[in-house]
């Protein structure tokens, strides 16, 4: 009985690679991703960050604030390794809001405690062409409790295509991708 269970398991764990599943993200049969953890996502690798204000930009950025990127670790490390993105890979882009202020320390941007959570994940397997798929979680979905998300359509996509320096990931603003 207990080797029945355990070839039951070992077979559905089988299945559920082949169908293209990663252990660090979570989607459905229908490509809706699970909401990202930053209590997870902060400990992957760490490869840069941007910050971006609607002052510099005639007041209407598309995603205002600070940006940190965080990969998660084995698709870092067979990128390292290899030079290329395994299917698998999930990348996150934190966005936190921000507003001008003055501190102790200085004039600056600081954050406000809001953010939304931009995601790209590759499986060449499940999506076509590079194999890449797109979620957005916006700051106030989140605090509406929203957990799941469909892949995002072709204008994330196309700014990527076109703009960044490989696979689509924009390789060219992160200082860890970038070390010789
Ligand atoms: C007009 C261009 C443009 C559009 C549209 C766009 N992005 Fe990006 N994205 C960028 C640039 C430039 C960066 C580089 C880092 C930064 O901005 O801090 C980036 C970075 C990212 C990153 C970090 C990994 C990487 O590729 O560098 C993720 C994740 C991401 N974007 C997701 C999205 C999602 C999801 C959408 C659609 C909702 C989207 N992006 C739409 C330009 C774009």
Same mark, same amino acid.
């Given at each position: 009985m207990k080797r029945f269970v355990f070839l039951l398991l070992s077979g559905s764990l089988l299945i559920a690679w082949q169908a /293209? #599943?990663?252990?660090?993200y979570e989607l459905s049969a229908s490509n809706e991703l699970t909401r990202p953890d930053p209590s997870v996502y902060r400990k992957w690798q760490y490869i840069g960050s941007s910050v971006v204000p609607n002052e510099m930009n005639s /007041? #209407?950025?598309?995603f205002p604030g600070i940006h940190h990127v965080y990969v998660d670790p084995d698709s870092y490390r067979a990128h390292r390794d290899k030079g290329a993105w395994p299917d698998g890979t999930i990348v996150i882009m934190e966005v936190q809001h921000i507003q001008e202020k003055e501190t102790v320390g200085g004039f600056g941007y600081f954050t406000t405690g809001a953010m939304d959570i931009l995601v790209q994940l590759k499986d060449r397997r499940v999506f076509p062409g590079n194999g890449w798929s797109y979620y957005l979680y916006r700051d106030k979905d989140i605090k509406a409790g929203k957990t799941v998300a469909a892949p995002e359509d072709a204008r994330c996509t196309s700014c990527h295509q076109s703009a960044a320096e490989e696979d689509e990931l924009f #390789?060219?603003?992160?200082p860890e991708l970038r070390k010789p």
């Open positions: /293209g #599943k990663s252990p660090h /007041g #209407k950025a598309i #390789k060219q603003y992160y």
